[in-house]
Structure formats: structure tokens, C-alpha cells
């Protein structure tokens, strides 16, 4: 939704992600604690989340937070399982952004952390830029390893890579999920990748094929990250993952009846 420029009505808001609920996915990125100056579609968050029927779920709810108040706020409920981060490892980016340097991030992801085991919450980090960046800042797959190790070292529990503006291909997804997995047993690795409809599968099936078992997707593709760049390139449609799994015999445990009717519903909320 922080992708849209016009404001989705909080009820509709509302009415959309209590659909998804229904479904039975296992984590649901609900809404973000962030500044409403910045990021003014996610202005009603509180009220949103205060309005979710969480009574005959078990789907876990992640916020979204870029600095340590967004933080705060968002562990003081109850409701909020996960706090996800956006940790670039592009300078640019992450300035752009968070408003802040990769080594005051990094600072903030300790804070949070900290935060998150002192409220029973989990922090998420996401590598965004994870395969890439188009602003000439230093990638490579090294570059995502130190990070990484980092991360380790505080004892964060999961990790997505972030292919935040779609320039991630089957090579250095298979790289990066292969070797990570293996160097890190105690990590859960997602896969948060951003495409176009004539290239997910093959991306998805390279991450699945080195043992990535966590994806985010949204319904359609739907959106993009507006701090990345002017021409967004959309995120993982779920019908795909769904499609995929199906393909694959796996069994996901989703009320694909559920599944419509949220897909049906998001034709009205995303106008």
C-alpha cells in the first residue's frame, strides 16, 4: 500500500487485511510504524491494527519500522509478533531510505533488537539491495555475507534477502541462498523479491532450489518500495508462489477459498 499516492480508506484498510487473516498464511506484514510525513499512507496503522480480528487466526503480524521510535511504538502492542527492518547495504539507499547512515542503522538494529527481546517481540532484518543496487554503490555477493555475519553475531533469527528494484537473476539467487544456508543453520533466510511477470519463476525456483522455504509476496504485485525509484518495480505476486507451490506438490496449508475472495476484495483497494 506505501507504494499508492492516493490515501486507501482505513476501513477498507481494514476489511482488506481481516480477509487475509482468513488465508492462513503463516506471517502477515500488516502496516508500518514510520513517519507520516514521509510515508502518509501508513498514518492509520494504530487504528488499523487496533481493528483486526485476530480471534480465529493463527497468522503472525509484522510491522514495519525504519528507526528506533517506530520501534518503540510498535512493541508496546501486544498484537505485533515481528518487527521487520530495512537494512540496505547500499549507503545511498539507506540514507535514502531511513534517513540514516549504514553504520547508524546498524546501530539501531542493535537498540531494536534489544528492544524486540525485552517485549517478547522477533526482529526481522531485511538485505535490502540484497542482489544489487543501480546506484553505483559497492555490491557484491562478499559484501552481502559480511552483513550477514553481522547480523549473526547479534543473534538475529531471520534474515530476507531483498532484491529491492528487481536486478537479482537465477545465478546469485542460487549463490546466495545455497552458501548462506549452509554457513548459517540457525538463521531462517526469506527470499523478498521483487520482479516482472515474464521472470519469477525462474527466480522463485532458484531460491526453493537452494533451500529458501520463506517467501513475501503481495497479492498481484502490488506495489514496490517508493524510496527505491520513480518507475517501481512491483513485489512477488502470492497467486505466483501459489501457483509455484502447487506445481511442486508442496503442501501449504492456505484456504485458497479465502485466497479469492482476498484476491477479489484487493481489485477495490488498489484503484
Given at each position: 500500500?506505501?507504494?499508492?499516492?492516493?490515501?486507501i480508506?482505513?476501513?477498507k484498510k481494514?476489511?482488506?487485511?481481516?480477509?487475509?487473516?482468513?488465508?492462513?498464511?503463516?506471517?502477515?506484514?500488516?502496516?508500518?510504524?514510520?513517519?507520516?510525513?514521509?510515508i502518509?499512507?501508513?498514518?492509520?496503522?494504530?487504528?488499523?491494527?487496533q481493528?483486526?480480528?485476530?480471534?480465529?487466526t493463527?497468522?503472525?503480524?509484522?510491522?514495519?519500522v525504519?528507526?528506533?521510535?517506530?520501534?518503540?511504538?510498535?512493541?508496546?502492542?501486544?498484537?505485533?509478533?515481528?518487527?521487520?527492518?530495512?537494512f540496505s547495504?547500499?549507503?545511498?539507499f539507506?540514507?535514502?531510505?531511513?534517513?540514516?547512515?549504514?553504520?547508524?542503522?546498524?546501530?539501531?538494529?542493535k537498540?531494536?533488537?534489544?528492544?524486540?527481546?525485552?517485549?517478547g517481540?522477533?526482529?526481522?532484518?531485511?538485505?535490502s539491495?540484497?542482489?544489487g543496487?543501480?546506484?553505483g554503490?559497492?555490491?557484491?555477493?562478499?559484501?552481502?555475507?559480511?552483513?550477514?555475519?553481522?547480523?549473526?553475531?547479534?543473534?538475529?533469527?531471520?534474515?530476507?534477502?531483498?532484491?529491492?528494484v528487481?536486478?537479482?537473476n537465477?545465478?546469485t539467487?542460487?549463490?546466495?541462498?545455497?552458501?548462506?544456508?549452509?554457513?548459517?543453520p540457525n538463521?531462517?533466510?526469506?527470499?523478498?523479491l521483487?520482479?516482472?511477470?515474464?521472470?519469477?519463476?525462474?527466480?522463485?525456483?532458484?531460491?526453493w532450489g537452494n533451500?529458501?522455504?520463506?517467501?513475501d509476496?503481495?497479492i498481484?504485485?502490488f506495489?514496490g518500495?517508493?524510496?527505491?525509484?520513480?518507475?517501481?518495480?512491483g513485489?512477488m505476486?502470492?497467486?505466483f508462489l501459489?501457483?509455484?507451490?502447487q506445481?511442486?506438490?508442496?503442501?501449504?496449508?492456505?484456504?485458497?477459498?479465502?485466497?479469492?475472495?482476498?484476491m477479489l476484495?484487493?481489485t477495490?483497494?488498489?484503484?
Open positions: 500500500m506505501q507504494g499508492f499516492s492516493h490515501f480508506p482505513t476501513d481494514i476489511e482488506y487485511i481481516n480477509g487475509l487473516l482468513r488465508v492462513g498464511f503463516d506471517t502477515l506484514d500488516f502496516g508500518s510504524f514510520v513517519s507520516p510525513k514521509i502518509p499512507q501508513m498514518r492509520d496503522t494504530e487504528t488499523v491494527l481493528n483486526l480480528d485476530l480471534s480465529a493463527n497468522t503472525k503480524l509484522l510491522a514495519i525504519a528507526n528506533n521510535q517506530g520501534a518503540e511504538t510498535a512493541v508496546s502492542h501486544s498484537a505485533v509478533n515481528y518487527l521487520g527492518f530495512p547495504i547500499s549507503e545511498t539507506q540514507v535514502r531510505n531511513t534517513n540514516s547512515t549504514i553504520a547508524q542503522s546498524f546501530e539501531n538494529v537498540y531494536i533488537h534489544s528492544l524486540c527481546k525485552d517485549n517481540k522477533e526482529l526481522v532484518i531485511y538485505i539491495m540484497g542482489f543496487n543501480h546506484y554503490d559497492p555490491w557484491n555477493t562478499d559484501v552481502v555475507d559480511e552483513w550477514v555475519d553481522k547480523m549473526a553475531g547479534l543473534d538475529i533469527k531471520t534474515i530476507s534477502l531483498s532484491d529491492t528487481g536486478v537479482a537465477p545465478e539467487i542460487s549463490y546466495l541462498f545455497g552458501h548462506l544456508i549452509k554457513k548459517y538463521i531462517e533466510f526469506g527470499a523478498h521483487h520482479t516482472r511477470q515474464d521472470n519469477w519463476h525462474e527466480k522463485v525456483q532458484a531460491a533451500g529458501c522455504r520463506r517467501f509476496g503481495a498481484k504485485g506495489g518500495c517508493p524510496m527505491a525509484d520513480d518507475d517501481l518495480v513485489n505476486p502470492t497467486e501459489i501457483q509455484f507451490m506445481e511442486n506438490n508442496v503442501e501449504t496449508g492456505l484456504d485458497i477459498a479465502a485466497f479469492e475472495k482476498s476484495l484487493s477495490t483497494v488498489f484503484i
